[in-house]
Every structure is written in structure tokens, then in C-alpha cells.
């Protein structure tokens, strides 16, 4: 049995671990429920030097890593979820503050802290290079030692810890290893029991599945129909090594700009109408967006452009020229 999908309203019901079963390369077996159950039913004897069961989940933007987090999180009897991004080290782990009152220095308990014997899930976790070394102590031995304002303590943070981060440049690249992926620390990795990598690649069967369960949730089937296919052609053309924009994120967009198309004539209900003009607005807006000086619409345009994505880029646009001007030989003028 699959926890996720009674916790997450994008979870497909044959799917088993929400969206990320779409590029989970993970085989035999599901994380959100190992996770869950090793959480509410622990083994019955542990080693005294246990440490805290950590899992650290790693890829492209997309294929649903904050779904899977809220979900672990929404089934557990003690959790705290953060987002790193908007989270300090003190945050993370105790702070010192001053009673308003007496004038004396009390300490504040973080996450970590709140979450002992519980679960702790950290999203964004690539946004906090400045905290990860305050982090080492309380993953590695299970506690957090302050010592601020004349007070010196050690609380505990026995806490399991679900990881979400997305790697340098917004696509995981096969060709770097974790570390420089995330530009994280040996240290800090080598504290993950678990490590998954998750990757979007376009999969025809798989994206129609899931496209048709997220228009099941938003859509009539009419409306549903337009907006679906749409973005199973945009997936099918997302096929660049560099990056994949085109994302479920980007259906999603849809349906809102299809809600806000009904909203305007003051209807609650998506017509086929609406979800035409919201794909006439997502063409043009792709156009703008990913339109090379050829005309040719790439998709690699989002991201920043290397020495290795120039060189493919070129070959790409002379092998173009040579099918439309169907020859193999070009001259090129050098202006000194």
C-alpha cells in the first residue's frame, strides 16, 4: 500500500511515490513509504550509537520533491517541514533570545531541536551552504551544543531528516558527480544514508498518465483534452541534454490561465474555449521565450548558455542550413 496518494492530490493512484515515479530510478521499492515506515514503527532494538536515518533526494526541478516532503511530513505524528531558503542557522538549530520581561537570555529551540523523535524535512537544502556546517553535529551525534550569551547547553535532535535539493544550473548532470552537482561538502553527503536521484526525462505513457490524473483534479474533459495534449507536445519536444523546461509545473500553468480566462466572464466551469485562449497565451509566451535568430523554437535557450552548449548549438543550426539549403559545404568570411 501506497501512503502518498492519500496525502498528495497529484499523487496518481497507480503510481508509487506521487510524481516521482515518473523518473525515480529507484527499483523494487518506494521511499515515501520506506520512510514512513521506518518513522512510525522504528526496529525494536537499536544500536546506542544509532544515528538519525537521513535521506536526501536529488534532481531536476519539477518531478515533485516538495510534494513528497509535505506528504511524509502530513503522515507523521511529530514533524517539522522548512524551506531553506527562508530558514537561518539558528532556525535550523537553537537560538539565544533575551525575555523581554527579566532581561535574561533564554534558549529557542530550532527545527531540528522541535523535531526530536520525530521527522524533519528540509526543502530547498542546495539554498543553505552557510548553515550545513551547524548541521553536522546535530546528524552526526544527534544533539545540538550552544554555548551563547554565558548559557552552554546540549539539546537533543534525534530526528530523521528527508532532503530535497536541485543541483547547480537547474539540471542534474550525469557527468559530475553529487558533490559537484550540489557544491556540497563530502562531509555534510557522507551524513545521508540515502541518496536518490531524481530525473524528468520525457516518457510518452508516463506523461500522458499523470497529465490525464492532474486534468482529472482541474478540469472538465473537454477543456482537459486541449490543455493535455498541448502539453504532451511541448514533453515530447523537451527531448535537449542540456535541460527540460517543460515540466508539470508548466500544465499547471495552463489550468490557471485557463481558470482565470472563465473567471473573467464570471464562470466557474473551464470551457474548451478557455483552454484554447490559454494555449494561444502559452504559445506566444514560448515563442518569446526559447525562439532562436533562426526561428527555430529551442527549448536549451532557458537555461545559461556554456562553451559545450555553444559548440552544440552551432552544429545544431549548420546541420538546419545544410537540410534547407541542401548542401554540405559552407564558406565563412573572417572580418579582421
Not at 496518481?12 to 521511499?31: A, C, I, Q, R, Y
Not at 539539546?155 to 548532470?173: F, K
Request: proline fraction near 4%; charge should be negative; hydrophobic fraction near 40%.
Amino acid at each position: 500500500m501506497s501512503f502518498a496518494k492519500y496525502f498528495n492530490p497529484y499523487v496518481h493512484p497507480s503510481m508509487d511515490t506521487s510524481l516521482l515515479k515518473v523518473n525515480l530510478e529507484f527499483e523494487g521499492g518506494n521511499l515515501l513509504d520506506v520512510v514512513i515506515l521506518w518513522h512510525l514503527h522504528p526496529p525494536t532494538k537499536r544500536l546506542p550509537c544509532h544515528q538519525p536515518d537521513v535521506y536526501d533526494c536529488i534532481g531536476d526541478p519539477g518531478p515533485g520533491k516538495s510534494q513528497l516532503l509535505q506528504a511524509a511530513a502530513a503522515v507523521s505524528p511529530r514533524r517539522k517541514y522548512v524551506c531553506d531558503n527562508a530558514t537561518t542557522n539558528a532556525g535550523l538549530t537553537v537560538a539565544v533570545v533575551k525575555d523581554t520581561m527579566t532581561s535574561d537570555y533564554a534558549f529557542k529551540a530550532g527545527a531540528m531541536v522541535l523535531a526530536d523523535g520525530g521527522l524533519c524535512c528540509i526543502d530547498e537544502f542546495d539554498k543553505m551552504s552557510a548553515e550545513h556546517q551547524a548541521l553536522l553535529e546535530a546528524m552526526e551525534q544527534q544533539c545540538v551544543s550552544a554555548a551563547k550569551a554565558g548559557l552552554v547547553a546540549s539539546l537533543s535532535a534525534r530526528t530523521s531528516i528527508l532532503a530535497a535539493a536541485n543541483p547547480v544550473g537547474g539540471h542534474y548532470n550525469r557527468a559530475k558527480t553529487v558533490d559537484e552537482n550540489l557544491k556540497m561538502s563530502a562531509a555534510l553527503l557522507s551524513r545521508f544514508d540515502l541518496v536518490f536521484i531524481l530525473l524528468d526525462k520525457p516518457h510518452e505513457l508516463l506523461d500522458k498518465r499523470l497529465s490525464e490524473h492532474i486534468m482529472s483534479v482541474k478540469c472538465q474533459k473537454p477543456a482537459a483534452e486541449i490543455l493535455q495534449n498541448f502539453y504532451l507536445q511541448l514533453r515530447d519536444r523537451s527531448t535537449s541534454g542540456d535541460d527540460t523546461p517543460i515540466t508539470a509545473r508548466q500544465l499547471e500553468s495552463l489550468v490557471r490561465l485557463a481558470q482565470a480566462r472563465a473567471q473573467v466572464e464570471l464562470r466557474e466551469e473551464i470551457t474548451a474555449q478557455d483552454a484554447k485562449d490559454a494555449v494561444e497565451i502559452m504559445k506566444e509566451s514560448l515563442y518569446d521565450k526559447y525562439v532562436d535568430e533562426h526561428g527555430f523554437v529551442d527549448f536549451g535557450r532557458s537555461g545559461g548558455m556554456n562553451q559545450q552548449k555553444e559548440a552544440k548549438r552551432f552544429l545544431s543550426a549548420l546541420n538546419k542550413q545544410s537540410e534547407l539549403q541542401q548542401k554540405d559545404c559552407f564558406s565563412i568570411s573572417v572580418q579582421t
